[in-house]
Structure formats: C-alpha cells, structure tokens
C-alpha cells in the first residue's frame, strides 16, 4: 500500500476556504485517490475520489498533482459540521475487493 | 444515515466471553467489510465478504471469524475476549462495481472488562 503524509491538525475560519494537503509519493499508476472524513462519534464517511484528474462533487473538490505523488482536498466554505478527521487513502481494486487503509488523518477544526 | 445498520450499538462483556456483531447492508450492496476501530492502533481492517465468500482478510485474529449470509446481512464473532479487544467495530458495504465508494454503519462500541 502507499504511504501518506498528512498535517496531524488543521484549523480554519467558518465559511473559509480550506485546504487539505495529502502526500503519496509512493502511489502506483492503478491507484486511486479516495477521501474519507470521521465526524465525533460516527463512522467514517465517504467524501470524494479521484484518478488523475481533479474532481467536484456536492461535499468537495479534490486537485490531484499531475505527477499523482499528491493531492489536496478542497472544501469551498468550511461549517461547523464539517469538524472531522480527514483520511486520505490511496487504494486499488482486484477481483472485487477494496480494503481502505486509513492512516491517522487530519483533524480539522473549524473556529465560528 | 447511510444506510447500513449494526446491532447492537453497545456492548459490555467479560473477558474470555463470546459475542457476535451483527451488520445489515444497504440494499443491493453485495460487499460487507468489518473494520475495528482502537485508540492505538487506529481503524484497521478486519475482512471483507462479497456475496456470501470471503474475499479479502486484514489484521483479523483467529479468535475473531466473520460470516454473510444468504440475505446478504453479516456478522463478527469475537471469542476469548481480552481487554484489548476493547473497541469499535464497523461494518461498512459497497454496492458491486464501485471503486472504494464503502458506506459505514454507526459502529458497535465493545468493552469488555
């Protein structure tokens, strides 16, 4: 599996921008990029996933470096709700399995 | 509410006790994986089952086995319970054909004492 580099914290303003940098220097080419965030209490939640192009959905933005060795999750405007530990997770398919490593995250404080 | 449920939502035991978790998958998702959740070692996978087989195993001990059953639900039966076994367990499934798109349960919270 590729290893990760993620900041252990981060904090931002309600309703700024925030990025979130992930390094995975050691991805291979078949690898996707998935993003999952764990708010208090509940299980982790799918938030986004990427190949090699960058990519929007209604929860985020996900900019992939064009060398794939990182990439950074972007949430336009930062809520109170989106107070959560961010795992950024390389991963492969085969034969109809897909085991998510998660690594310690980025815990994301958002100050109102 | 993402559709996936597990039961039950706590559980306190005795060490060297048997239990079993329970996990019913949203429906049409064919893929049941179980992770466990510790503080010190973080979430880590246990195994997955796609369709009623195994298919993959993670960090799962052998006092730990799994199961899915033709409806398509699972469940974790944890055995010879010892302290560290103190954690959260969820349950998460996937419909076929996705790319690691996994939807978790509320997770069951075990402790044992």
């Known amino acids: 599996d590729a290893k990760t580099t993620q900041p252990n914290s981060m904090e931002s303003n309600e309703e700024e921008p925030v990025h979130l940098p992930c390094n995975h220097s050691?991805?291979?080419?078949?690898?996707?990029i998935h993003w999952y965030r764990q708010l208090p209490s509940q299980g982790p939640e799918y938030v986004i996933h990427?190949?090699?192009s960058n990519v929007n959905n209604r929860m985020a933005s996900l900019a992939i470096a064009e060398d794939r060795k990182s990439s950074t999750l972007i949430l336009h405007r930062a809520t109170l709700r989106d107070a959560a530990v961010y795992y950024c997770?390389?991963?492969?398919?085969?034969?109809?399995?897909?085991?998510?490593?998660f690594g310690k995250g980025t815990k994301l404080s958002v100050i109102p | 509410d993402s559709g996936v449920t597990q039961t039950p939502k706590h559980l306190i035991t005795a060490t060297g006790q048997r239990v079993t978790l329970r996990c019913s998958p949203r429906?049409?998702?064919?893929?049941v994986y179980w992770y466990q959740q510790s503080l010190d070692q973080g979430l880590q996978f246990l195994i997955q089952?796609?369709?009623?087989?195994?298919?993959a195993k993670g960090n799962i001990l052998e006092r730990f086995s799994a199961q899915q059953f033709p409806d398509l639900h699972s469940e974790l039966n944890l055995s010879s319970l010892e302290l560290g076994d103190s954690a959260l367990y969820f349950c998460?499934?996937?419909?076929?054909?996705?790319?690691?798109?996994?939807?978790f349960g509320p997770g069951t919270r075990l402790t044992v004492l």
């Open positions: 998460a499934s996937s419909p076929p054909g996705t790319l690691g798109e996994q939807f």
């Open positions: 050691t991805i291979s080419g078949t690898d996707y």
């Open positions: 990427g190949l090699t």
């Open positions: 997770i390389p991963g492969r398919s085969g034969a109809g399995s897909y085991q998510l490593t």
């Open positions: 429906s049409g998702d064919l893929s």
């Open positions: 089952y796609y369709n009623g087989e195994e298919r």
